[in-house]
């Protein structure tokens, strides 16, 4: 609770300190002394708050990382087991239809050329040269018509698996679809984290420089920038444990998707 009072209280401070700086060289020693005092019993507050709010983002950004890790390794896996999917099934069923393929292909040649002459000798008028294709021919045709639907039969049998094997992985696939969103959200939030951050690490460098010259008022300001910069990274951040925590979810339902 202390967190989040301070955050408001900050933001507030913010245009007050920077507004009590510019106008220094108007005060007079009585009003800076009395200005210097309260930035100091502000700051003191404030440097409280800020540490106790930077070991919550620390915590945080472990945790993130943590699930982002065992996130990522466990869409590898998923992505694995998507490509293994009946695989070695219809690597068999290709061997196989291979196999009759090249088995009965001198037999389909052979009937194929066979063919060819017959309806050269016809063409030619030479009826006895065809007639004699024809008898090669349609002695070879019970076997070529078993050879054909024995090597149609293998395909449509690897036809079907494929099929198969691609509705099982559309299953996957779609139980996916919300990471890559999840994920473009992430980055999206992560730059955010990045401007955050270094908008903050500027103000600390003007911070110290400001403790340097032992100026309160200077020091409370900045310290009211980082401690701003900083609740922005947690809101940030408590995004980036939503966002992951939804595609832990999302993995678990793909993983359940994948064949056994």
């Known amino acids: 609770m202390r967190i989040k009072k ?7 401070l913010i245009s007050v300190l920077l507004a009590m700086v510019l106008g220094l060289g108007a005060l007079t020693p009585a009003a800076y002394a009395d200005s210097w005092n309260s930035a100091l019993s502000t700051l003191d507050g404030l440097h409280d708050s800020y540490t106790a709010l930077e070991s919550v983002v620390k915590a945080e950004k472990a945790q993130i990382t943590a699930i982002n890790k065992t996130n990522n390794d466990q869409l590898s896996r998923i992505n694995a087991g998507i490509q293994a999917i009946d695989k070695t099934k219809i690597g068999q069923l290709q061997n196989t239809a291979d196999a009759a393929s090249k088995k009965y292909a001198p037999l ?17 008028k030479d009826k006895k040269a065809a007639d004699l294709l024809d008898l ?18 293998k395909k449509d049998a690897l036809a079907a698996a494929k099929k198969q094997a691609a509705a099982k992985k559309k299953g996957v696939q779609d139980a ?20 955050a951050n270094r908008r903050k690490s500027t103000a600390e460098k003007l911070y110290r420089t400001a403790v340097k010259q032992g100026n309160a008022i200077a020091a409370a ?22 966002y992951a925590d939804k595609i832990t979810a999302s993995l678990k339902t793909a993983q359940a998707k994948l064949p056994k």
């Open 6 to 12: 301070g955050l408001g209280w900050s933001r507030g």
């Open 108 to 124: 389909l040649a052979e009937y194929s050329a066979l063919g060819k002459q017959a309806a050269a000798a016809r063409k030619s």
């Open 136 to 153: 090669k021919r349609n002695k070879l045709k019970p076997s070529v018509d078993a050879a054909k639907q024995e090597i149609k039969t």
């Open 176 to 195: 996916l679809l919300p990471v890559k969103t999840l994920k473009q959200q992430m980055t999206a939030e992560n730059k955010l984290v990045t401007e």
């Open 221 to 242: 300001a900045e310290m009211a920038v980082m401690y701003s910069e900083l609740g922005k990274v947690h809101t940030s951040q408590v995004k980036l444990r939503t």
